[in-house]
DNA sequence: TGGCATGCTACGGATTCTGTAGCAGCTCTT
DNA sequence: AAGAGCTGCTACAGAATCCGTAGCATGCCA
């Protein structure tokens, strides 16, 4: 899995969900990742460019190409298993703190 | 997504996948990762078990628990994309030697 | 008692991420 | 022309993380 070289660092796949709905201008990324590193988004961005995933579109700034919105779909799943196991999480810490 | 918390860190997605079809020991998920530092592979393999993804059976080691074998489907799609973008990663990096 | 496996910890050095400041280019307004 | 405000992006120091190797404590078997 060389996926995992792409996606596995920090921010790669944030990057990518945060741009599958609509496009975002690097500044405006930067927000929707909760204010990261510049330098890191930049990193994030060009590998992401490089895989074919997102692409640069001067007026409206990033967004996922058809590649890109593959891979969101690709992705929905565990966006479904995430929800579920934030429910379990939930269920979990609440049983420290109260016994029903 | 706190799911990123937790799959965004180096290896975590990998160990899931290593483990995806039979357990392994300690020392073997290291080997199957290719020697990640011991001390690296037990921070993931504790937050693993504390999110309820892995458990470990004294015998046999390390293994999936239900929830882990629902992320792992859930990450069958992300590995079909995987496929098809190692594909189009192949005929990239032909066509910059091969005008073909 | 010695050999071999287990899970796991320690530590120095390299890599990566964070957080803030700032540059150069373009557009709009005055 | 000058100023404000946006754009993408770079620089740098400090913190966090990861890597690579060495080693510990335990349990099993001869």
């Known amino acids: 899995m060389a ?3 792409l996606l596995g660092r920090r921010w790669a796949l944030r990057v990518i969900w945060e741009l599958r709905e609509r496009p975002a201008t690097f500044r405006e990324v930067r927000e929707r990742c909760g204010g990261v590193s ?3 988004l930049n990193d994030r961005l060009r590998e992401l460019r490089e895989a074919g995933v997102l692409e640069h579109d001067d ?3 990033y967004r996922c190409t058809a590649h ?3 891979l ?3 992705l929905a ?3 479904a298993w995430a929800k579920a ?3 379990r999480a939930a269920r979990e810490s609440r049983s420290t703190s ?3």
Chains 1, 2 share one sequence.
């Open 3 to 5: 996926l995992l070289d």
């Open 38 to 40: 510049p330098a890191v």
């Open 59 to 61: 007026p409206e700034g």
């Open 68 to 70: 890109g919105l593959a």
């Open 72 to 74: 969101v779909q690709a």
């Open 77 to 79: 799943p565990l966006d």
């Open 85 to 87: 196991w934030a429910k």
């Open 98 to 100: 109260d016994a029903g």
